[in-house]
């Protein structure tokens, strides 16, 4: 079955509900209220083998509200949105704040700076609720199918994945403030598997996977397209070995390179300022990272996957630079963050349906530099070309990172043999500072992106010499 | 069960509540999924309701609750699934879930298999928790907060920042299955945290401790898992890491504590022995039962009755009694971790091993309580054996690809061990290995087996659920341990 369009009418009920609930809480005695409303529905169609492994079909909605009575806070969500269930909801939220202790920094926001009007970013595509199962299933099967044939190293699959959410997101505060929207995202992604006999004592499997998404079905790349990058690169991990221990340069695939970004915005927000958990704490305006990079955050891209028309405390959203040619920017806040640091709010509120708001990213993407990936290649003698990270080796604190990865071997310029088992570590600070060559192959494939970058040298460690 | 509930905690769908859902309207739903010519259908409703606490700068800053309620339906035809769910009771949202997971026999199915007489499963009693936490007021959970807050920083003055956090939940499940089965269980579950962080010149480090399982208060009266100690521990870490020095890089020996190092054998074994890895030929692990895969020394189980600990099981999510089973024994894999499907594929019985996030997921073979056993050695010899090499005492987390078996774990607790002796802390570093490999390269096993206190949750395919594991003091003969010292 398609799925019901999202309409503007939708948004609006939503936008009501949260009204309502606002209403209500204040009724109950709350000071200040916030109320987030979500609508959601969901397609996964997958596919393993050529046959159907599993469609997922299904809507949900929630509530999450927040109130403020006498500087203390609270925070609830239900599912169930009928007025006396708001009402026991709104009481009980209100019981839970007073246990609470005061907190002289959580205030509503300003209302002067709550969004006024909603500018239209175009996140909605119609065409994709049109898709049904049975297309799902084909796109999926056509993806998988490419992949295998390929390549006849590709023997086995993990299966392919065409996937899609509708959904609408409303958000009303007593401060004054409502509004919603809707959107749209699908991906197809496929995941061949190949059998690694090159060592015939110890046999493995090799995986890979590659994908495309969207907004709008229109722009997904052809599934064929996709199935195809995926054998290639999965096929290219064949005879993966460690590779000694030793100092050398790094060079972060895109694919890999917007996490390496996505760890920037963790250490560079007002959250993790006013805790003091970063080790960037105090270095607002100094060289942070190589004179290479800048890095922007942007809700306000049309169509972008992280576009997003206010905050989750209804500020406005707006552009805001992380880092300028290596220098920190004044880090993404939201309201609570940006008065724990005695400033403004960047527009830059996340809030979830369970949660209190924080910073939090839109697109966040790292600007393309001016040497092509050809380029950056040839000029690496020795390195590791990373396509896969593993582990959560990063400590905020100290800038410590240490993760396994994967990847190809560099030698005089050229990709050679594939590498896995390994790990690479330095220290985060040491690894911005010493980035010396961007590439400019920047595509905004996800909302957080990034083009190739080098490392001159971070420690490998593999095998003992 | 004896667990009396109060109407707030007590599910609707339950016998007695508001929407109650017996077996002839059962039945009614799953003849409904049926219909398209599916072989098999079940219908899973789950009600929880959560609670948490957080503590910062010494102030309770944030409470929360939140309650979720729906239902999923799964229409099995062949090894193809179809799945559906809603968030309402009303009999035309029930309907409509079961008619849309149905879809996937659409066209090619046979005449609607007869729904068996649904009988009840009789549910063990591995977490007969007499009060869950949330039935207890607020104020007592407040009060363990603060305790812990106020041990760790009592603990030195260089531990500048406390953070403690409470969650509770209880959950109350009612499933019912095609094939004749209906199961109901109630599944408490807390976990208490604290993380400090010390300061000294210029230096910061933090700490993390604490713990939680199945139980309801009570959990904080044993030894050493009251709020303060808690709170000392994660005081004690943090201080310990400030004269951290950079790690080694590159294959050495290691000695893994005994507990939480479990998280390197869920890594490194456990999830290649979850049996749709198997079944679909994409684990390591294929077509190896029967053969050496491990060390002589290495017994590994999973065992769904520890009882209290987070990852027990009365029932999993397809209505399968918690079960003990052997995946290791003496180094030769002797069978696989599975679900409903998996083990149709390999004409065996379940193993109690179905489990899902939620009623929004199907349910897939998940580890409940993963511990390789204990051994003959003196803990203390272990250390005594190894020349220049790591004690790996806390860690951070883990992740493996199924595939190929390579896997990390993540130190944020470890020293250098220098002629037998445990010397200089180390930051924070992972280790990295291939699981087949690493555990032929255990060599010296304690007789100090430990449970880990429960604070591991596992996410497989997006789904998250509370796990538990455990191991002796162990030592690796050689793996690649990623510090920045070549």
């Known amino acids: ?54 469609v997922q079909e299904a809507g949900s909605r929630a509530l999450g509200l927040r109130v403020l009575r006498n500087g203390k806070r609270a925070v609830t969500y239900t599912s169930d949105l009928r007025r006396d269930a708001l009402e026991s909801l709104c009481a009980e939220t209100v019981t839970l704040a007073d246990l609470a202790e005061p907190d002289e920094f959580a205030l509503p926001p300003d209302p002067a700076l709550l969004a006024k009007i909603l500018p239209e970013l175009d996140l909605y595509d119609p065409a994709v609720a049109e898709v049904d199962a049975a297309w799902a299933l084909k796109q999926a099967i056509a993806g998988e199918a490419a992949a295998r044939k390929h390549d006849a190293r590709v023997t086995n699959s993990e299966g392919a994945t065409w996937s899609r959410v509708l959904g609408a997101t409303a ?61 290639r690169r999965t096929v290219a991990t064949l005879g993966s070995r460690k590779v000694e221990t030793q100092e050398c340069a790094i060079v972060f695939d895109p ?96 809030r979830g349906i369970g949660g209190n708001p924080g910073p939090t990213t839109s697109n966040l993407v790292m600007q393309a530099g001016g040497i092509s990936r050809a380029e950056l290649l040839r000029t690496t003698k020795k390195g590791l070309y990373v396509t896969g990270l593993m582990g959560f080796g990063f400590n905020p604190i100290t800038g410590d990172f240490s993760r396994g990865a994967q990847g190809f071997w560099i030698e005089n310029g050229e990709l050679t043999f594939p590498v896995s088992e390994v790990t690479i570590a330095a220290n985060f600070d040491e690894i911005l500072k010493r980035i010396d060559a961007v590439a400019d192959d920047l595509t905004m494939r996800s909302s957080t992106a990034a083009p190739t970058f080098r490392v001159s040298h971070m420690t490998i460690a593999g095998t003992s010499q | 069960m004896t667990t009396m509930l109060p109407a707030a905690l007590r599910a609707p769908f339950a016998s007695g509540g508001a929407n109650a859902i017996d077996a002839q309207l059962a039945n009614r739903l799953l003849g409904i999924a049926l219909e398209a010519g599916g072989d098999y259908a079940d219908i899973y409703f789950e009600f929880r309701v959560s609670a948490d606490y957080a503590l910062e700068e010494e102030q309770v800053r944030t409470l929360g609750r939140g309650i979720t309620l729906g239902l999923g339906v799964r229409v099995m035809r062949g090894d193809a699934t179809g799945y559906a769910y809603c968030e309402d009771l009303a009999w035309e949202k029930m309907a409509h879930a079961a008619r849309t997971a149905g879809q996937i026999a659409l066209g090619g199915g046979h005449p609607p298999v007869n729904v068996g007489t649904l009988v009840n499963i009789p549910t063990p009693s591995f977490y ?28 030195d003055k260089r531990i500048v920042k406390v953070e403690a956090s409470f969650v509770e939940s209880i959950k109350e499940v009612l499933l019912f299955t095609s094939d004749g089965r209906m199961a109901t269980d109630v599944q408490p579950l807390l976990r208490f945290g ?14 993390s401790g604490g ?25 004690r870490v943090a201080l310990a890491m400030l004269d951290a020095r950079d790690a080694p890089a590159g294959e050495m020996p290691v000695v ?51 009882v209290g600990s987070r990852g027990a099981i009365n029932i999993d999510d397809e209505g399968y009694t918690g079960q003990y089973n052997t995946l290791i024994e003496n180094g030769v894999l002797v069978g696989y971790m599975h679900d409903r499907l998996s083990a149709k594929h390999y004409g065996i019985k379940p193993t109690g091993n179905g489990r899902r996030e939620s009623f929004r997921s199907m349910p897939l073979p998940r580890m409940t309580n993963t511990s390789l056993l204990g051994g003959k050695d003196n803990p203390e010899d272990i250390v005594k054996s190894v020349k220049r090499g790591i004690y790996a005492k806390r860690f951070s987390g883990g992740q493996v690809n199924i595939s190929n078996g390579d896997f990390v774990f993540s130190l944020s607790e470890s020293y250098l061990i220098e002629d037998g002796k445990i ?19 255990v060599d010296m096993l304690g007789s100090d087996f430990e449970l880990s206190d429960g604070i591991w949750t596992c996410g497989k395919d997006g789904q998250s659920v509370p796990v538990n594991v455990g191991t002796p003091t162990v030592r690796i003969a050689s793996i690649t341990v990623g510090g920045t010292q070549a």
Not at chain 1, 13 to 38: I, M, P, S, T
Not at chain 2, 133 to 152: E, G, I, Q
Not at chain 2, 262 to 287: P, Q
Request: proline share 5%; net charge negative.
């Open chain 1, 171 to 231: 958000f009303a505060t007593s401060g004054g403030f409502v509004g919603g929207y809707r959107g749209s995202y699908a991906s197809l992604v496929v995941e061949p598997l190949c059998d690694d006999t090159t060592d015939p004592t110890t046999p493995k499997k090799r995986n890979g996977y590659w994908w495309s998404a969207s907004r709008f079905l229109a722009e997904i790349d052809p599934a064929d397209q996709i199935g195809i990058e995926a054998a």
């Open chain 1, 255 to 350: 694919e890999i390179a917007r996490s390496i970004v996505g760890t920037i915005f963790s250490v560079a927000n007002g959250s993790a300022f006013w805790r003091k958990s970063s080790y960037l704490v105090g270095r607002e305006g100094e060289l942070i990272a190589s004179k290479l990079v800048t890095i922007v955050d942007d809700p306000l891209i049309p169509r972008a996957p992280g576009s997003k028309p206010f905050d989750g405390d209804g500020l406005a959203t707006r552009k805001n630079t992380v880092v300028q040619a290596g220098v920190l920017s004044p880090v993404l806040c939201d309201v609570y963050s940006a008065r724990k640091l005695g400033r403004e709010s960047t527009g830059s509120a996340g």
């Open chain 2, 423 to 441: 010397t200089a802390p180390l930051k924070g570093v992972n280790l990295i290995g291939n699981g087949p490999d690493v555990l032929r390269r």
């Open chain 2, 194 to 207: 604290v993380r400090a962080v010390a300061e000294e010149n210029g230096k910061r480090q933090s700490g």
């Open chain 2, 256 to 306: 893994l504590a005994p507990g939480d190092s479990g998280i390197l054998l869920h890594e490194a074994v456990g999830h290649g022995l979850e049996a749709d890895f198997n079944r679909k030929e994409t684990s390591n692990y294929t077509g190896q039962i029967g053969k050496d895969v491990a060390s002589k020394l290495c017994t590994v189980v999973d065992d769904g009755t520890i």
């Open chain 2, 211 to 235: 713990g939680g399982g199945r139980y309801g208060m009570e959990y904080f009266e044993q030894a050493m898992r009251d709020a303060a100690s808690h709170g000392q521990e994660a005081a």
């Open chain 1, 1 to 54: 079955m398609s799925a019901a369009q999202v309409t503007e009418a939708t948004v609006k009920e939503l936008c009501d509900a949260a009204q309502l609930a606002v209403e209500l809480a204040l009724k109950a005695g709350a000071d200040h209220a916030e109320v987030l409303v979500r609508d959601g529905s969901e397609l996964t169609a997958k596919v393993r083998l050529g046959e159907a492994e599993l």
């Open chain 2, 128 to 155: 007969a928790v007499p009060t869950p936490s949330l039935m207890v007021p607020a104020p007592d959970k407040l009060a363990l907060l603060r305790a812990a807050d106020r041990a760790a920083r009592a603990y």
